[in-house]
């Protein structure tokens, strides 16, 4: 399906008078690189701070923060009583 300019007008004009959002990027404390020569080492590091680390893992958070998942959020609509 394909838009017309009068459909995306009409789209724009849903949003006349909301508010803006804004999404500020958390940014940690401090960032470090630790090198490992060994995956032994990489184990051991693993298991010293309590997490999972592959030689994948590009960055963690501590203590550990899970992944956020937008799936606990929903909208609902509540046409206007008037």
Same mark, same amino acid.
């Given at each position: 399906?394909?838009?017309?300019? +009068? @459909?995306?007008? *009409?789209?724009?004009? =849903?949003?006349? %008078?909301?508010?803006?959002?804004?999404?500020? #990027?958390k940014?940690?404390?401090?960032?470090?690189v630790?090198?490992?020569e060994? +995956? @032994?080492?990489? *184990?051991?590091?693993? =298991?010293?701070? %309590?997490?999972?680390?592959?030689?994948?893992? #590009?960055?963690?958070?501590?203590?550990?923060?899970?992944?956020?998942?937008?799936?606990?959020n929903?909208?609902?609509?509540?046409?206007?009583?008037?």
């Open positions: 399906m394909k838009l017309t300019i +009068e @459909d995306k007008d *009409k789209a724009n004009e =849903e949003w006349v %008078g909301m508010p803006e959002f804004e999404q500020v #990027k940014e940690p404390f401090s960032k470090i630790v090198r490992f060994t +995956e @032994d080492d990489l *184990k051991e590091f693993s =298991e010293l701070i %309590g997490q999972k680390l592959t030689q994948k893992t #590009k960055s963690i958070w501590h203590p550990h923060k899970p992944h956020r998942r937008s799936t606990n929903y909208y609902t609509y509540e046409p206007s009583k008037s």
